[in-house]
């Protein structure tokens, strides 16, 4: 069964870095049949994708135009666990974030996994 | 950017009637990538249907969905009371993946 645990700071100062970590059980985080995501909500902008990474060969990301520019996502074998940061961080950034799995073609699927969310507030 | 319009907003039942939501998309979802999700306050969202109309493993036989192109439904077949939640739909055809606005289903 897999699991994520996600970890990281409840509040950040406007104009910082957010930086979340999500740590797999499971499954390898190198997996050919995943794609690993983050997924924010918050009143304003409801349930919103920011970006995934994935590994067929090598390593891929795709992330959300909204984000593009200000977001990273990356995978960290030796831990099993992959990471967001978020550059710039503003008050509309307030959310709860979450990591979540999805499976990659040719057996696509939406998001069967998710970790627990973390409420993350951009407050002075 | 494919937008995904839910309705209605809010929808105020018994427990035991059945329900429908609807999901419009602006332009097709290729290959019925759509799927539906559960949410309860405080919970990650739950994957109820992938494909359009599949369901997710566990997920009992009163839920099902249809639908192809721009239009699909997701219907309730008897509402028990623990299915008194908000309801998503999700396109993952198309990169930038996009949820719906959700559709708040509440008790009477």
């Known amino acids: 069964q897999i699991h994520m645990e996600q970890s990281g700071p409840r509040v950040v100062r406007p104009s910082q870095t957010l930086s979340l970590t999500c740590t797999i059980s499971g499954e390898y985080v190198s997996t050919n049949s995943a794609a690993w995501s983050w997924v924010r909500q918050s009143p304003s902008r409801g349930l919103e994708w920011l970006g995934r990474t994935s590994f067929r060969s090598r390593w891929s990301v795709d992330y959300a135009p909204s984000v593009r520019g200000r977001i990273t996502i990356k995978a960290d074998r030796a831990k099993n666990l992959f990471s967001l940061q978020l550059d710039s961080m503003t008050p509309d950034d307030t959310a709860v974030y979450y990591c979540?799995?999805?499976?990659?073609?040719?057996?696509?699927?939406?998001?069967?996994?998710w970790g627990q969310g973390i409420l993350v507030t951009v407050s002075s | 950017e494919i937008v995904l319009t839910q309705s209605p907003d809010t929808l105020s039942l018994s427990p035991g009637e059945r329900v429908t939501l609807s999901c419009r998309a602006s332009q097709t979802v290729a290959r019925n990538f759509l799927a539906w999700y559960q949410q309860k306050r405080g919970q990650p969202p739950r994957l109820l249907i992938y494909?359009?109309?599949s369901r997710a493993t566990g997920v009992p036989g009163r839920f099902s969905a249809g639908g192809s192109g721009t239009d699909f439904s997701l219907t309730i077949d008897g509402l028990d009371p623990e299915d008194f939640a908000v309801y998503y739909c999700q396109q993952y055809d198309n990169s930038p993946l996009t949820f719906g606005g959700g559709t708040r289903v509440e008790i009477k």
């Open positions: 979540a799995r999805a499976q990659q073609p040719p057996n696509e699927t939406p998001f069967q996994y």
């Open positions: 494909g359009a109309s």
